[in-house]
């Protein structure tokens, strides 16, 4: 199993920045994708953004104001997010589709973050 834990979530002001970190753990031979979700109290989880081997995406309300990148030497997502806006309120997870090392080989598994809080008053 992939293992993963989120941090650097907080209170900000509107107009702020907050800058996430997420770490894969596990035998990990190479990650393939991480993902930053959100959940808003009463709302369903929303994909956030994306990085893959293909490049970067991003959801609609995000996009030009958020930044999502990796370091595959160090298993490691990152989320910048700039321009911070109340409506950005919500759980935080990251998510992780990694190629691990296992007694039968190479096998994909997915992982998931406990979420981490962030808060934007205004």
């Known amino acids: 199993q992939v293992q993963v834990v989120e941090s650097g979530g907080g209170l900000v002001q509107a107009g702020g920045s907050l800058r996430l970190s997420c770490a894969a753990s596990?035998?990990?031979?190479?990650?393939?994708?991480i993902a930053w979700y959100r959940q808003a109290p009463g709302k369903q989880r929303e994909l956030v953004a994306v990085?893959?081997?293909?490049?970067?995406n991003y959801g609609d309300s995000v996009k030009g104001r958020f930044t999502i990148s990796r370091d595959n030497a160090k298993n490691m997502g990152y989320l910048q997010m700039n321009s911070l806006k109340p409506e950005d309120t919500a759980v935080y997870y990251c998510n992780v589709l990694a190629l691990m090392n296992t007694n039968w080989g190479k096998v994909q598994r997915e992982g998931w973050g406990q979420g981490t809080q962030v808060t934007v008053s205004s």
């Open positions: 990085v893959n081997n293909g490049g970067t």
């Open positions: 596990g035998s990990i031979f190479s990650i393939n994708a």
